[in-house]
C-alpha cells in the first residue's frame, strides 16, 4: 500500500470551540514521508508542530500540541478524517492557537478530503502492528485501553457515565470505510452542569447549541440557567425534562459514543503511524488515548522498524528454487531460505539456523554461535535480491558488495532461531549501486543491523 496525500489544498473557517475565535485553517499536499504537521501561519517565522503525541501538552476538553511558541488545541477533529481517508501526509495552516469546531463533528472535514480528492505516492505505507496484547489504564479516572492483534483496524469505545441521561453507551467501527457515514457526522457533547465550570476555567468561549449536544441531567434552578446564557450570549431555555436540548434531533441513540470513536482514531493518528489492531476502550478520554499513543510512540523511536510478521504457513514470494535462480550462491553459502515480502523499496527474507549448519563445526564446538560476519551476509544476498528487482531479466546480473559501515550486533543467534532480514533502500538506485540499510531480528528483538553500499552488474 502507498502512501497518499491530498490532490488539492482546502480551506476550512469557523469559530473555536475553546477560544471563540474566527479561525482559518489549510490543508496542503505534503511529500512522502511528511506526515500531520500544523504550521502556525500568524506568529513570526510560521513554526510547525509535528502531530505527534511526545508533542502532547494538554488534554483538557481536546488535545492540545506544542512545541516551542506553537501552540495548536482541538486538533483531533481534523486528524481523524485524515487519518479515515488514508492519508499520511499533510501540512495544515493555522492562523489561531486552535482549529475551528465547525459542527462539533468531523463531517465537514471528510466532505472537503472527498472533493478534493487524494494522490498516491511513491512510498509505501509504514504500518504499526499490534502484535501482542497492550493494556493501558488510569486507575484515578476507571479508564482503559486493551489492544489485541486484528489483520486490519477496528475501534470499539464504551461510555460510563453517572447521568440519567448519558450512563452507558458502546460504538463499533469495524472498517475504515464506514467512518464518512457512521462516525464523521456525531458531534461532540457536554452536560448542562459542566458548562459555567469550563466557562470558569476559560475553556468553551465558542460553544453553542450549533456545535455541540447539550446534555440536561440534573435539576438547575432559573437563575443558574439565565446566568449560563448570559456567559454563553444565548437565549435563556428552562428545560421542561431531563434529555439533550439541541433543537436538531440526535442522529444516531449513541451519538456520544460515536463521537468518542472520532476522538479515539483523532489521538491515535498522533502515534505517526497507520495503525493494525483492535482496540477496545472503556471510558475514553483524551488524557489515555494520547498516554497509548505516546506508549506506542515510544516503541516507534526505540526500534524505528517492527519485527516484520513472519507466518510459516503463508506460502512465500519467492521460494528457495526461485532464491537460486536469482542468487549464484551455494552451499554452504546460500544464506536466506525465503523472501515473505517485497515493496518498492524493501524486501524480508528468512533463514531457519539449524545446528547442522557447517560453520558450527568450529564456532564454537561447545557453545555454537552463528558468525556475526554470516549474519551480514546473510543480509547482503537479501539485500542483493531487492536490487535485482530493479532491471528486467534479473537472472542475467548479480550484485557485489562495496562498503559495509554501521555494523552493530546485538544479541548471539543460536540453533534454532529463525531470523528475519529486513533490508531496504536508503538512497535511490544511482549508476548501478545501492546504499541499503539491513536489519535482523530473531523474534521481536534486533540481533544485527547494517549499511552497505552493493553494486548490480550484468554478467558476461
Do not use: W
Not at 505527534?52 to 506544542?66: H, Y
Not at 454563553?232 to 428552562?238: A, F, H, K, L
Amino acid at each position: 500500500m502507498k502512501q497518499l496525500t491530498l490532490k488539492a489544498p482546502f480551506t476550512v473557517k469557523g469559530k473555536g470551540l475553546h477560544t471563540g475565535l474566527e479561525i482559518e485553517a489549510t490543508f496542503r499536499p505534503a511529500a512522502p514521508g511528511h506526515g500531520y504537521k500544523f504550521c502556525r501561519v500568524d506568529l513570526a517565522d510560521a513554526p510547525t508542530v509535528d502531530a505527534l503525541a511526545e508533542n502532547v501538552v494538554e488534554t483538557t476538553r481536546g488535545t492540545v500540541l506544542q512545541r516551542g511558541e506553537a501552540r495548536i488545541a482541538t486538533v483531533e477533529h481534523a486528524l481523524s478524517a485524515l487519518y479515515a481517508a488514508g492519508i499520511d501526509n499533510c501540512l495544515i495552516e493555522v492562523n489561531a492557537p486552535e482549529m475551528p469546531i465547525l459542527d462539533g463533528s468531523a463531517a465537514d472535514y471528510v466532505r472537503l478530503i472527498a472533493e478534493s480528492g487524494t494522490e498516491e505516492q511513491d512510498a509505501d505505507k509504514d504500518f504499526f502492528i499490534i502484535k501482542q496484547k497492550i493494556e493501558v489504564r488510569d486507575d484515578t479516572t476507571g479508564a482503559a485501553i486493551l489492544a489485541i492483534p486484528y489483520d486490519g483496524f477496528s475501534v470499539a469505545a464504551m461510555l460510563e457515565f453517572d447521568s440519567p441521561v448519558l450512563d452507558n453507551q458502546f460504538a463499533v467501527l469495524d472498517d475504515l470505510s464506514q467512518y464518512n457515514t457512521d462516525i464523521a457526522p456525531c458531534r461532540t457533547f457536554v452536560f448542562m452542569r459542566e458548562i459555567e465550570p469550563l466557562l470558569s476555567n476559560n475553556l468553551i468561549k465558542g460553544g453553542d447549541l450549533d456545535n455541540a449536544i447539550v446534555i440536561y441531567d440534573s435539576t438547575m434552578s432559573a437563575e443558574q440557567l439565565d446566568h449560563i446564557a448570559q456567559l454563553t450570549d444565548t437565549e435563556p431555555r428552562m428545560p421542561k425534562e431531563y434529555g439533550y436540548i439541541n433543537e436538531r434531533p440526535l442522529l444516531f441513540d449513541n451519538e456520544p459514543a460515536r463521537h468518542k470513536v472520532i476522538d479515539i482514531i483523532g489521538d491515535l493518528a498522533l502515534i505517526g503511524r497507520p495503525l493494525k489492531g483492535c482496540i477496545l476502550y472503556s471510558s475514553p478520554g483524551h488524557s489515555i488515548n494520547t498516554t497509548f499513543a505516546k506508549k506506542i510512540r515510544k516503541e516507534i523511536v526505540r526500534q524505528d522498524v517492527q519485527a516484520p510478521v513472519y507466518n510459516p504457513s503463508v506460502p512465500p514470494l519467492m521460494d528457495i528454487n526461485r532464491i537460486r535462480q536469482l542468487l549464484p550462491h551455494r552451499y554452504p553459502f546460500l544464506l536466506v531460505d525465503k523472501i515473505i515480502e517485497q515493496g518498492q523499496k524493501y524486501i524480508v527474507g528468512v533463514k531457519n539456523v539449524t545446528v547442522n549448519e557447517p560453520f558450527f563445526q568450529g564456532h564454537f564446538p561447545q557453545e555454537p554461535v552463528m558468525p556475526g560476519v554470516l549474519l551480514v551476509e546473510a543480509m547482503a544476498q537479501t539485500g542483493g535480491m531487492l536490487v535485482l528487482s530493479t532491471v528486467e531479466d534479473p537472472e542475467r546480473y548479480s550484485t557485489y558488495f562495496m562498503k559495509i559501515d554501521n555494523v552493530k550486533f546485538r544479541q548471539k543467534v543460536v540453533p534454532g532461531d529463525t531470523l528475519i532480514f529486513h533490508v531496504s533502500f536508503m538512497t535511490p538506485l544511482r549508476r548501478g549501486c545501492a546504499m541499503m540499510k539491513g536489519l535482523a531480528f530473531v523474534g521481536e528483538k534486533i540481533v544485527c543491523e547494517c549499511e552497505f553500499m552493493a553494486q548490480i552488474i550484468k554478467n558476461k
